[in-house]
Structure formats: C-alpha cells, structure tokens
C-alpha cells in the first residue's frame, strides 16, 4: 500500500480484503485521503479483542465503523468502548472544549454499520456520498476526531471552536492530519536496521522524527535514544524543542537527559562525553577522540571508529544506544551513518533532504529511500512550482537547471508531455492545507516592479503590507516576513529605512534576524538569506534587486519564496532586462491561470551547457572567493576573516571545495567563540 493518499492499519482479511483494496484504488484514482485503522494509533493502552470490524476516517465525512463478522453483539461492545476510549483521548489533549461530550456529537460524527448493513454497501462513491458532512463546523469537529484517532495531535489552541471567515484564519486554523506516508514512517516498522527518510524541504522530517522519537521514548521503556544533526545550532534548537513536544504530547516520562535521551550535535569536544555523538561513541568503546584538522575528517574520524568497533572480540562488542535517529543526514558522510548502525542495537532512522538546493545533482540518492516524502506542505503547490521554475530559469530561454523524468517524480510533479516530448505540463496534486486558497481563486504568488532606489522599495513593501492589512482584519505583525537577497549591506540600509517607516505608518516593530537570531512577538521579521532556515510566514515579502544567473542567488530566491504558507510578493528592480521579466511575468500568468507549468525542454546541445554549467560553477571560484562566501554565509566578523583566509590558504588545493572550506570555518569559529 504505498498510495500517498492511503493508509492502513487494521488487519487485511477473506471478510474485507476485498472493500480495503477497493478504499485504497478510490483514493489513488481520486486523491482522497483515507485511512482504515482498528484502533486509535499511537495510543498503546487501547486494544480490542474484537477483530471484525475497521474503522474508516476521511476528512470532511463522518466516522464510519463498519462490522464484517456475523456478530453484532460482539460487534456492539467494540463500538461502545472505542467511542468511550475516544472520549478520554479528546479529554487528554483538551478537545472536549471544542468538541464537547460524547453524547453531543456521537449522533452528528458517527455512522455504523452492523453485518448485514455493511454486506449491502454499493461502492465506496456511494458510501462517502451517504457519510459526507456539509455543515462547516461539523466538518472540523470530524477531522479532530480523526486527528486523534491517528496521532496527529493538533493544538486546540490554533484550531478554535468556531469556523473562521478569512483566509489568514482559514489556513491558521487548519487542522493538520499526516498523510499516508508520514503516518506509515511513526507507526510502521520496517524489518530493517537502518530505515531511510527522504524529502524535499517543508515536507515535515523534522516533526515526523520527534512524533517517531515520542512513540518510541513512551513505549519501549528504558530504550537509550539519541537524535543528533550535524550542527551546534540546530541541535540546541532540537534539544530545546523536545520538552515542548513531549508536554504537548502529554508524554507523562519525565526525560532522562543524558541517560535515557541524548540531543547532540555530530562532533562534540572532548572535554564532555555527552556532548557530541562521536563523543560519546568514543567514550562507551574506549577511543580515541579526534578532533578536526586539515588531515582530519569528520569522514575519517568516523572510519576509524568503525575500524576500532570491528576488531573488537563478540564478547567486548556493545552497544551505544537502543534507537538512534538523524536529522539532516545529507549533511553527513556515509561512515556516520555506518558508524551509527554498528553502535546501534535495534533502529537508526535516517532523515535527509531529497537534494540541498536546486542545483544539487544528488537528487535521487544511489539507495532507494524506504520513505519518500514529496508533498511540501509549508507552501502553497503553486507558489512551489513559481519558485522552482525561477530559481531553475525555467520560464528563460537558456536554462539554469533541468531534470529527467525520474527525478522529477522524485520531488513531487505529475510529468504530461506534449509534440515528441519537447513540452512538458508540470503538475502538483493539490493538498488539503491550501484547498482554501484554491476554492476562493486566491493567488499565492505576486510580482510587483520597482526603482532601484531604497526610498521607492521600502514605499512598495509598507504598500504591500497596508494591502494585506487590509484584506486581513485579525494580521499581526508575526504574521509578516520581508526577505532580501543581494549584498548585504544594501539589504541593512532597506533595513533600517523600513524600521522607521513600519514603526511610524503601522505602529509597529521590525526585528532584524541578523542582530536578534530568532523571531520576536510583535515584529515584523526581516532577514537576508541567512536566518530563514525551518521557518515559515502566511506572507513573505521577497525583496530581489536583480535576478542574477549566479547559482547561489537562484537557490537562495528559490528558498526565501517557499516560506510562505499563505503568498510571497516577489519585489523586483526595473532594471532588469525587459526579456526576463516578461518572460518570468508571462510564466507566473500561465502558472496563475491554468494551475500548472508547460515548458519546452532544453535540447541536447543546452542540456550539455547547463552540466557543463553547473560541474564549472564551484571549481571557477577562487579561493578567496569561495572563502568570502562562506565568511558572508556564516556571518564572520570582518576582523577574524583574514587569519581564517590565511588558514584556509595553507590546505591542499586538490582538496579544497566550498563544503571543505565551510566545515573547517565553522568548526574554527565554534572553537574559538568567533561567530556573532
């Protein structure tokens, strides 16, 4: 069963097999989701010794709990303990405030079909059609029931009691359940030691390895958990995290830092067994920690650890750890991985980006992922494609960046070629988070025109923001993020032009991520490229002077507009050449109105030029360019950059690229307490 739309849980029989293989055909054919379970997922003290009957969830329908054993009586006391159980379940996450008592709404959400009733079921058409819910506010007291029925706990907080009238409450409000393959990877277990999950950015990795993380931390008691990610930063942002997800989740375990759960980054210091992965690694087997050199990998530290581990006696052979799972693995070499298996004694979860950016050319990894996540739920399908099509210069006649048909399926588009296969109709399925914004004919994606002078763009921006204010009663300034790309010193003035504006026009306050590294209540945010990673507005405001053809600058535009959930307005100079913007403004209108992209396939002679392209795009960079962009990145303060330059002179030039040159800035600044 691996339908995206379709997930099953119940046992398949001789007495339903038939109607699960018929549900799981409909919601391919019809992109519905549906999910047959027996029980409440996630949720290991509820069990039923009754095995005859399923239950059927489908968003904006009632429950429908169908028997399929001759025994009604049986049939009767699973129905009334299930009901029951669910009850306490909504009490536990405090849905009772919306939902209210069982006896308020079993009559509206509930249908049964006892054996006789459920042997004269038509179709599958014919019984959502007789289960289908119209009134809106019932319709969302539904899918919280089918929110807790399968473990997508949504905050009752967020979602309200009543039905929301504007779109920024709509998509707010929207109660979030995983899809198949999300729930598959929490609540399947595959028979294999290392299970791979691959997706495109904003496809829910990170949230999935936590509710993985939760179902195993609360039932298998006394299992030794690590999560680990290659860097300081997004590990403390995850160790952080945790204590907030677990008492959402109202895990009752008090967590056993550094005993039962570990949350590290790669590396760690040898000061502190606990303070990294292979630290620790190397303290459980007894070896010697290496630290980072210009000889010294974090590949190769790792291969002689797993050379160490491999000589040691089957009596000394121990394990670190019962499960461990990792976050942004394409951040890692293949040996942390392995090393990771061999220190593990049950599962490592492995979780990393389908490619890193969209000039990655690792986008369909040699190994097969065991879950392949390519429904981008963070934003909008069709601002998806837009940022896409412009970053990879789709709409241009000479293409950045083009992909086979695999690899297009591989990130999630529906491939419909036209004449000998030189046009091509690139399609996303719809997804439930934005079925609003299509239904009100609302446009995700807009493009206004400027001067190149700061004064006009900053005027353009507040108007753009008066606009959403205005189509918006309830915005705050939270709800805003204003993003520039360019030189970052052009960037700091619009910023500080903006602040004074935003403060006298809106009353309100502009926080600069580059100064304040985080988000702050009541700012508008505003960032160059830098401080967006993992977060998410209902708007952006893309401020871009130029659309350069540099592959770093077309990856970053890409970024920046997919962090919308609602719109992005992409603001743009008039300086740039009139082909290219008609050219991009004639796509974005094709896009708006059809709901797709239809784009004539480079020939051969160009599919050439943009490998040739991009294989030239890092090694024509000389180092002290390379090392400057990896200063501007990082954001290394102008006095440390020539010591590091001076450093980074000194390695092998065979040996030198731009992820070479990062991971040793970065390990350097760390160590020395240098980045700002």
Not at 490 to 501: P, Q
Not at 573 to 589: F, V, W
Request: glycine share 4%; aromatic share 10%; charged share 30%.
């Amino acid at each position: 069963m691996s339908n995206g739309f379709f997930f099953l849980q119940a046992d398949q029989n001789n007495y339903n097999g038939k109607f699960i293989r018929r549900l799981d055909d409909f919601s391919n054919e019809n992109k519905t989701q549906i999910f047959v379970i027996n029980k409440p997922l996630g949720e290991s003290r509820y069990n039923y010794s009754y095995t005859g009957a399923i239950i059927l969830l489908v968003p904006k329908h009632k429950i429908m709990i169908i028997n399929f054993e001759d025994s009604d009586d049986d049939f009767e006391d699973y129905y009334l303990d299930l009901l029951e159980d669910i009850a306490s379940i909504s009490d536990k996450y405090h849905y009772k405030s919306v939902l209210g008592r069982l006896r308020n709404w079993k009559d509206d959400l509930v249908s049964t079909y006892k054996f006789k009733k459920a042997a004269e079921i038509e179709s599958v058409k014919s019984l959502l059609n007789e289960n289908k819910i119209e009134n809106l506010l019932i319709q969302k007291k539904s899918e919280l029931v089918i929110s807790l029925l399968t473990g997508s706990i949504n905050d009752i907080e967020r979602v309200k009691d009543d039905v929301p009238e504007s779109i920024l409450d709509k998509i707010k409000q929207k109660i979030i359940l995983f899809d198949g393959d999300q729930t598959r990877f929490i609540y399947h277990e595959l028979d294999k030691k290392v299970v791979k999950i691959q997706g495109l950015s904003g496809t829910g990795k990170t949230e999935l390895l936590l509710h993985k993380l939760r179902d195993i931390y609360v039932n298998k008691e006394s299992s030794k958990v690590l999560l680990t990610c290659h860097n300081k930063i997004l590990a403390a942002s995850l160790r952080k995290r945790i204590p907030e997800f677990f008492n959402f989740m109202k895990v009752e375990q008090q967590i056993e830092w550094d005993e039962r759960l570990w949350c590290v980054h790669a590396w760690g210091a040898s000061s502190d067994e606990c303070s990294g992965a292979y630290r620790y690694i190397c303290h459980i087997f007894d070896i010697k920690f290496q630290r980072y050199s210009y000889t010294m990998s974090f590949a190769r530290a790792c291969r002689l650890a797993i050379d160490h581990i491999k000589k040691l006696s089957s009596e000394d052979h121990k394990f670190a750890f019962d499960y461990v799972l990792i976050d942004e693995s394409q951040d890692f070499p293949e040996e942390f991985i392995e090393l990771c298996s061999i220190v593990t004694k049950d599962k490592v979860y492995v979780a990393g980006d389908i490619f890193q950016g969209i000039f990655d050319e690792n986008i369909i990894s040699q190994i097969t992922p065991d879950y392949l996540l390519n429904k981008c739920y963070r934003t909008d399908p069709r601002t998806l494609m837009f940022a896409h099509a412009l970053g990879m210069g789709l709409f241009e006649k000479n293409k950045l960046r083009w992909l086979n048909d695999d690899q297009w399926g591989t990130c999630g588009y529906l491939v419909d070629k036209e004449m000998s296969s030189k046009i091509y109709n690139l399609r996303r399925e719809p997804l439930r988070r934005f079925e609003d914004l299509e239904t009100d004919n609302i446009s995700s994606i807009d493009i206004a025109k400027t001067d190149f002078d700061q004064d006009k763009q900053s005027d353009l921006v507040i108007s753009v923001i008066q606009k959403i204010k205005n189509e918006n009663p309830t915005l705050s300034a939270n709800d805003i993020g204003i993003v520039f790309t360019g030189p970052n010193s052009r960037g700091f003035d619009l910023a500080n032009i903006l602040e004074y504006k935003i403060s006298r026009q809106l009353n309100w306050r502009l926080n600069k991520a580059w100064e304040s590294k985080n988000t702050v209540k009541d700012s508008v945010f505003i960032s160059n490229k830098n401080n967006v990673k993992g977060l998410e507005f209902p708007f952006v405001i893309c401020v871009s002077e130029l659309i350069s053809d540099m592959k770093h600058e077309r990856n970053a535009l890409y970024m920046l507009l997919t962090r919308s959930f609602i719109k992005s307005y992409l603001i743009i100079s008039n300086q740039i050449s009139k082909d290219k913007i008609e050219s991009i403004e004639n796509g974005l209108s094709f896009l708006k109105k059809n709901g797709y992209l239809k784009i004539e396939a480079p020939n051969e002679k160009d599919l050439e030029k943009i490998r040739t392209s991009i294989d030239v795009d890092e090694s024509k960079m000389s180092i002290f360019d390379m090392t400057d962009a990896v200063f501007e990145e990082l954001e290394i303060p102008g006095l440390w950059r020539e010591p590091l330059l001076n450093l980074v002179k000194n390695m092998d030039p065979e040996n030198v690229s731009y992820e070479v040159v990062r991971e040793f800035v970065l390990s350097t600044a760390d160590k020395m307490a240098i980045r700002k």
